[in-house]
Structures are given as structure tokens and as C-alpha cells.
């Protein structure tokens, strides 16, 4: 479970949308880094408390249902289907950029395709053949960023036999440490959360784990912990041995990782090759995970009456291959756009998911203080600091979701994620409010307490 957390959020946010963050605050996003990863903290935290407690289909959107009102469930996993769409099909445009790093003539709708075809076939196999290959996945994504890890620091602290050791000397030329001022610290917290989009996975797999109450307790620790550790250790250590200006890239579209300019700058042979196959199974292992998300949640809706009822459909194998069809619609639509010749759909696409994954957390976080006034217990662990550290958490998601003032592809988002709030909304009151079952999220704590 926490592979599979870690395949989500461990991908393209860090590997390839960092050096848009990179672009927007210059060596000050370690801090914006270090900022999204408590932010970050209190939403699994919240997350993986109340799920210990009630592992229920669904996730966190039949438990806001629950505790908030069904209104609120159904906006939930409606939001949060639209991240995962979205996220999966951003995860598969940074694949194929990173294909053309060896194969520059190959299209990138190609590209899209091509790896659209490998993670449906993977999600169509039975849940434990899912898990062992995201597994496999995610443990070659968090081996790679450890090697790097200690790598880069050897080449910081020592440097080459014919490259001096830089140190901490990049991090304060070319404008200083913040060159661009600490707002734009403020500014890139809308391209960093984008990735920490994935924790949430933590809950949806709760339903299809063998002991959740345990599984949860362990994953959620080791999630926030190992996320904090790898996001700002491996951003400080790109900044100290690649100049900022040439890390962020050039463009909307970063066609080359940050990661790998670090070895082309320092000219170990090979090592570039190597490192962009890794960031590519990063790439590929978190839109797998997506998929299966979205897959999940669409599942969980239709069960509910929430979503047309043949989305709940399965295989023997219990897989939701309606619900990985309609969850495939992101991979399409980002081959389309990128075959129209459309620019910049990387970053408008994570725009995208950070407009509504800020939502989706904002609700969680909400759904924890009415878990926490009804004073619940049986959980296998309890987030430190309660109901205040949510408070905190639903501050800075605030801080973060105010850059829509000044961020244009925030702006464009939020032009497309509104007015999708809105019919949602009007579809709630016309259509799905009367088809709601109340026994059908009583039945899923059920099934769940009798899981635990």
C-alpha cells in the first residue's frame, strides 16, 4: 500500500514539473518543497486515521459522505475522478517527452499511445497482479531516488577527479537564493503540490487490503516521511550541481528532466541514459496507479448511485473495466491535444489537478474535524496534534489555491474546474440527490467494520 502511494505521488511532479517550480522561484523552491511536504503530512495523516478506522469503499468519499453529507461525498469523488483522469494522462505526456530523449522523431501522441496501452493491459489483470507490478514499479522508482540521492551528495560534498566538489555554491549566484523574491516562493507551491497528488491512495486501497487497520498505520507513516525526504534532498541536490537557470528548462513543455541534466552537465557516460529510463518507469508507475484510482472511485460511485450504473460492472477477477475505459478518457484526451499541435499541455494539465486536488484535500481535512467533534476511536493510530494540525493543513491548502490570482495556467484552471463544480453541482440537485440510497454508505461502514 504504500508502494502504491509512493507510485502516485513519487512521478512526474518532482522529475519533470520541478523545473517549472525551479523557473518560478530559483533555489528558494527547497522551501516551497519543504513547505508542500507538511501540507502534504496532514492530509495523509488525517487520511490514514480515519481510514485505519473505516477502510470503506470508496475512500475518503463515502467518509465524507458520511460525516459531512452525501453532497459532499459525491462532490469528492466526482473531484477526485477528474484529478485522476488528469494526472494520468499528464503522467503519460512526461513518458513519451522522455522517449524522445532517444528517439526524437517518434510524435508524442505516439508516445502517449504507446504507454496508454501498457498500463490499461496491467490494470486489467487481477487486483494482486496489479499490486505486484506497481510494487515492481515503485520499488525500482524509490531505489533509483535513493542511489541518487547519495550519488548527487558524493558529488556535492567530494565532486569528480576532474570536477571540483561545488557544494552550496549554486545555490546563491544568478540573483541569490530567492532570485525571483520569496513570493514566488508563495507562487511555486501551485506547481509542488502537484507532487504530493497521490497520497490519497492510501485510502481507496484500504477496501482491497488484507489487515487494512495495519497496513494503513504502517503506510501512512512511511509515506509522509519518505515523500518529505526525497522531495527536498533531491531538489537541493539538482539545484547544487546544475546553475537554476538552466535546471528550470526553456518553454512550457520541459522535454528534458532536471535529473538527467545533472549527468549531461557533469559528463558520466551513460549515466544520463540511465537516469531517464528511471524517470520514465516513475512516470509510467504513477499514471498506473492513477488509472487504477480512477478506476476505483468511478466503481464506488456507480455502486452508490452516484454514477451510471453500468460503471459498476467487473470481471471474475473483480476488476472495474468500465471504470478503467471511463478512466482511460485522460490518456486519449492528451494524445488528441497533443496531436492538434496544442502547447503547453503538461503545465495546463497539472494546473488542472492541482485546482481540484486542492479541493479534494480541503474536504478530506474537513471531513477529519467532524471525525475528531464526534470523538470516533478504534483507530490504529491517531495524527499528532488533532484537529489544530488539520487547521494548519486547510491553511495552507488556502495559501496555495490563492495563486489562481497570479498564476495564468491557475487561471485557465480554474476557468475549467468551476464551471465543473457547478454541473456537478446542478446535476446533484436535479438528478442524483433522489437516487442517493443512505443505507448504501451504511452498508459500505459494514462491510468495513467487519474488514478491521
Not at 512521478?11 to 519533470?16: K, Q, S, Y
Not at 532517444?102 to 486489467?124: E, Q, R, T, Y
Not at 451510471?308 to 484526451?333: C, D, E, N, Q, Y
Not at 497539472?350 to 478504534?378: E, N, P, Q
Request: include cysteine; glycine fraction near 10%.
Amino acid at each position: 500500500m504504500a508502494m502504491i502511494a509512493m507510485g502516485s505521488a513519487l512521478g512526474t511532479g518532482l522529475f519533470l514539473g520541478s523545473g517549472e517550480a525551479i523557473g518560478i522561484a530559483g533555489p528558494a523552491v527547497i522551501v516551497s518543497f519543504a513547505l508542500g511536504s507538511l501540507i502534504a503530512a496532514t492530509i495523509a495523516l488525517a487520511m490514514g486515521e480515519m481510514a485505519s478506522r473505516h477502510p470503506v469503499r470508496g475512500g475518503f468519499g463515502t467518509l465524507a459522505a458520511h460525516y459531512l453529507s452525501p453532497f459532499w461525498g459525491y462532490l469528492t469523488r466526482w473531484l477526485y475522478w477528474i484529478v485522476t483522469v488528469c494526472v494520468t494522462g499528464a503522467e503519460l505526456v512526461a513518458c513519451a517527452f522522455y522517449l524522445t530523449y532517444w528517439v526524437p522523431a517518434i510524435p508524442v501522441w505516439a508516445g502517449i499511445l504507446l504507454f496508454a496501452a501498457l498500463i490499461i493491459a496491467i490494470n486489467l489483470a487481477s487486483v494482486g497482479s496489479f499490486g505486484i507490478v506497481e510494487f515492481f514499479l515503485s520499488s525500482i522508482k524509490v531505489i533509483a531516488v535513493f542511489a541518487f540521492i547519495l550519488v548527487g551528495a558524493v558529488l556535492v560534498l567530494f565532486g569528480l577527479p576532474d570536477t571540483p566538489a561545488p557544494g552550496l555554491a549554486q545555490l546563491t549566484p544568478d540573483g541569490g537564493f530567492a532570485p525571483n523574491g520569496w513570493a514566488a516562493v508563495w507562487v511555486a507551491l501551485s506547481v509542488v503540490m502537484f507532487s504530493f497528488g497521490g497520497i490519497e491512495l492510501l485510502s481507496i486501497t484500504a477496501a482491497e487490503a488484507k489487515d487494512p487497520a495495519r497496513s494503513i498505520r504502517t503506510a501512512a507513516r512511511t509515506t509522509v516521511v519518505r515523500l518529505a525526504f526525497f522531495y527536498v534532498f533531491c531538489i537541493t541536490i539538482v539545484l547544487c550541481l546544475v546553475p537554476w537557470r538552466t535546471a528550470a528548462g526553456t518553454g512550457d513543455d520541459v522535454a528534458t528532466s532536471p535529473f538527467v541534466m545533472v549527468f549531461d552537465q557533469l559528463g558520466i557516460p551513460g549515466a544520463a541514459h540511465i537516469t531517464n529510463l528511471l524517470v520514465l518507469i516513475a512516470a509510467l508507475s504513477a499514471a498506473n496507479a492513477n488509472l487504477y484510482a480512477g478506476s476505483r472511485m468511478i466503481h464506488s460511485l456507480a455502486v452508490d448511485r452516484l454514477a451510471p450504473r453500468f460503471a459498476a460492472r467487473t470481471t471474475k477477477h473483480r476488476v472495474p473495466v468500465v471504470g478503467i475505459a471511463l478512466s482511460s478518457l485522460g490518456l486519449l484526451g492528451a494524445a488528441l491535444l497533443n496531436f492538434s499541435g496544442v502547447g503547453g499541455v503538461f503545465s495546463y494539465m497539472m494546473s488542472l489537478v492541482v485546482f481540484a486536488v486542492i479541493l479534494v484535500w480541503a474536504l478530506i481535512l474537513c471531513t477529519f474535524i467532524a471525525y475528531r467533534r464526534r470523538h470516533v476511536s478504534g483507530a490504529t493510530f491517531r495524527m499528532p496534534g488533532g484537529v489544530a494540525s488539520a487547521i494548519v493543513g486547510l491553511v495552507g491548502l488556502a495559501a496555495v489555491f490563492a495563486t489562481v490570482t497570479v498564476r495564468p495556467s491557475m487561471q485557465v484552471a480554474a476557468m475549467v474546474g468551476v464551471p465543473a463544480v457547478l454541473v456537478a453541482t446542478v446535476l446533484y440537485v436535479v438528478a442524483v440527490r433522489r437516487r442517493i440510497d443512505p443505507s448504501a454508505i451504511e452498508d459500505a461502514f459494514a462491510e468495513a467494520e467487519s474488514m478491521r
